[in-house]
């Protein structure tokens, strides 16, 4: 049977008993929510806010359970589904005051999403309460994370153990035994953002060295995010530690690629180096062509691997994106670029670009499609002289786009591409001529680029540094940084979230009635048959109005609702006259509840019309 909409068991369960008092609330989350990461955060914090003005009794405590583990065991280390909802609970605990965690990993079953296992669960959970409603002197709470720093090539982990010893302890949990010999549960990755097993060892009293053979530069630590994680990290009052992930601040300058979304981690953007002529070098995204390297001889470059449809094959597992169809930026902080060139028509030059063979050959005229944005010196003697180039390549014909001369060197370029329009930012210099609109002050080169979208079948993003003359300094190009953001819409990052390939926006996984727009605009579980408990709710008031309530998300401006009336459905006349709204209802800020009336009359159909613009 299908479960009752959320309100009704607050109506015949919660708000009966708010009337009276209460010490605290145990709130032991159902699974459905697992695959709402983002949305949970703010839902279980309104909640707890809510409650707690309806019981009018004060700020009381919430003891929030975490959800113990459920799943197959993963084959490598890494942050699944599970473990990213366990980030959102503990999420909501930090950042809302009288909340507390309650531990439930190591634990669970793998093929029962109810554990049998209740005593331990609430053995911590009573620690907790006698530590903090009660006033016990007693050990309440397990180890969790206070840092993690790079130290070398380890990764050095300090802890909140509650005034004892880390141990690893030995733990039985569904058939499996994990040996208290050592600890077990923690990865690292380097800049790469792949995930490798470690070696962890407990250090003094709070700190936990980790490290691998595999990963000589760590960058990232993580413990426990798996759907069913196998850890055994516990203080000495036999309390587990939160599973936790961090990024170092220490992080050295190179190569990172962030996505508009936080349910993705451990990003691998697939980079590979293209080096030619020995004296030319690629560290962490640093390119260097040694002093005395000749005229046309120095490349390197650092581009992406992609499949023959254009996706990133490999974003923590996910095939995702497609740079053709969403905004791309990229940012270049620029430490030195050096040499003089030692004869006309010789310049050193720098490029970004984006085609179906810039890898290899990431320069304007080598590409047979795609775009090229170039920093490039003008010709000898004007050297110390900059400007910016973008140029396309479509079969092989060159179309110089713009060209913008520069006061001086830049100290960064930011790069905004969506297919046929392309920007540049420039920081630390100014535009002093152009073939595109100047805008922002002289500092922003902005116009449509040919479309390449139907040449490009396989799409390449490189950047990369050339020489057209004798390198006469060493360092001609340093970067300091490279950071890629891809921007995808809503609705994107929701169907991704599932864990499953949900098709089109019209398709209808489950089925429920409901396709794929409409379970993302009412927020649905487009892989649960769940449409009675997400489509509109109708209701008759005082014998005269007609009541249509639905659900709206906030978070996207692409979405239109709107609610309308007709006569038969024959015809397909379908109007707003006759609906009146009567209110919107916050409930977070992902959602609203929005309430429309017509007057009790005629025989007539209602429907709520929901479209997605481009």
């Given at each position: ?46 909640l707890?806010?809510s ?15 975490q959800?113990?583990?459920y ?39 793998r093929t029962q ?12 959970a009573?620690?907790?309460?006698l ?12 180890p ?9 090539s ?5 802890f909140?153990?509650g005034?004892v ?43 936990v ?7 000589p ?17 516990f203080?000495?009052?036999d ?10 601040s ?20 697939n ?15 640093q390119?260097?062509?040694?002093t ?27 095939a ?15 430490a ?63 179309t ?15 790069y905004?591409?969506?297919?046929t ?6 920081e630390?210099a ?13 500092a ?37 940084a ?12 929701w ?38 408990a ?9 014998g ?23 006569t ?47």
């Amino acid at each position: 049977t299908e479960s009752p909409p959320p309100s009704e068991w607050y109506n015949a369960l919660v708000a009966p008993a708010m009337g009276y008092g209460a010490r605290g609330i145990l709130w032991y989350q159902g699974e459905g929510n697992v695959w709402k990461v983002e949305e949970y955060k703010e839902a279980l914090s309104l909640l707890m806010q809510s409650w707690r003005e309806r019981w009018d009794i004060g700020s009381i405590p919430f003891l929030i359970f975490q959800l113990p583990g459920y799943g197959a065991l993963a084959p490598t280390p890494a942050v699944e589904q599970w473990g990213r909802f366990r980030e959102s609970q503990e999420w909501a605990v930090e950042n809302n005051d009288d909340a507390y965690l309650v531990v439930n990993v190591p634990g669970g079953e793998r093929t029962q999403i109810h554990p049998q296992d209740k005593e331990g669960v609430g053995w911590r959970a009573s620690r907790l309460a006698l530590k903090n409603l009660h006033g016990q002197s007693i050990v309440g709470q397990g180890p969790s994370l206070l840092s993690a720093e790079r130290s070398g090539s380890s990764m050095v982990c300090t802890f909140d153990h509650g005034g004892v010893p880390l141990t690893a302890r030995e733990v039985a949990v569904d058939g499996l035994l994990i040996s208290g010999a050592s600890l077990s549960g923690f990865a690292i990755a380097g800049s790469d953002g792949i995930w490798m097993a470690a070696n962890a060892v407990v250090s003094g009293s709070s700190n936990v060295v980790v490290s691998s053979p595999s990963v000589p530069a760590p960058v990232h630590v993580m413990y426990g995010l798996e759907n069913f994680p196998l850890c055994n990290l516990f203080n000495t009052a036999d309390l587990p530690c939160a599973p936790f992930r961090v990024e170092t601040s220490n992080e050295p300058n190179g190569i990172g690629v962030n996505f508009w979304d936080d349910g993705f981690d451990s990003l691998n953007p697939n980079w590979t180096v293209l080096t030619l002529a020995g004296s030319v070098s690629q560290t962490t995204g640093q390119l260097v062509l040694d002093t005395g390297v000749a005229s046309g001889t120095a490349q390197a470059q650092v581009s992406t691997l992609t499949d023959e449809t254009g996706t990133i094959t490999s974003v923590g597992g996910e095939a995702a994106y497609n740079y053709y169809d969403h905004q791309l930026s990229a940012r270049f902080d620029i430490a030195s670029i050096a040499g003089t060139p030692d004869g006309a028509n010789q310049r050193n030059t720098f490029y970004f670009s984006i085609g179906d063979d810039a890898a290899g050959n990431f320069n304007s005229w080598a590409m047979d499609n795609g775009l090229a944005i170039t920093l490039e010196q003008l010709h000898h003697p004007d050297v110390d002289r900059w400007r910016l180039v973008v140029t396309t390549k479509v079969s092989g014909t060159e179309t110089v786009e713009a060209i913008g001369d520069l006061s001086g060197l830049p100290a960064a370029l930011v790069y905004t591409l969506d297919g046929t329009h392309a920007a540049i930012e420039v920081e630390g210099a100014i535009f002093t001529g152009s073939g595109w609109t100047i805008s922002d002050g002289g500092a922003k080169l902005s116009g449509n680029a040919s479309d390449l979208s139907a040449n490009l079948s396989d799409y390449h993003l490189a950047f990369g540094a050339y020489n057209l003359g004798t390198v006469t300094e060493k360092t001609v190009v340093i970067l300091d940084a490279l950071e890629v953001t891809v921007w995808v819409d809503s609705y994107t990052v929701w169907a991704l979230g599932w864990g499953v390939d949900l098709g089109s926006v019209t398709n209808d996984v489950e089925p429920d009635g409901m396709n794929n727009l409409v379970e993302y605009a009412l927020g649905g579980n487009p892989t649960n048959a769940d449409a009675a408990a997400v489509l509109p709710v109708f209701d008759v008031q005082n014998g005269n109005w007609f009541y249509h309530i639905h659900n709206e998300r906030t978070d996207d401006t692409n979405l239109t609702y709107t609610v309308q009336l007709s006569t038969n459905l024959v015809d397909g006349a379908w109007q707003t006259n006759g609906v009146e709204w009567v209110s919107d209802s916050g409930l977070s800020n992902v959602w609203k509840i929005v309430t429309n009336r017509t007057d009790v009359g005629d025989s007539e159909f209602m429907r709520l019309k929901i479209e997605q613009n481009d």
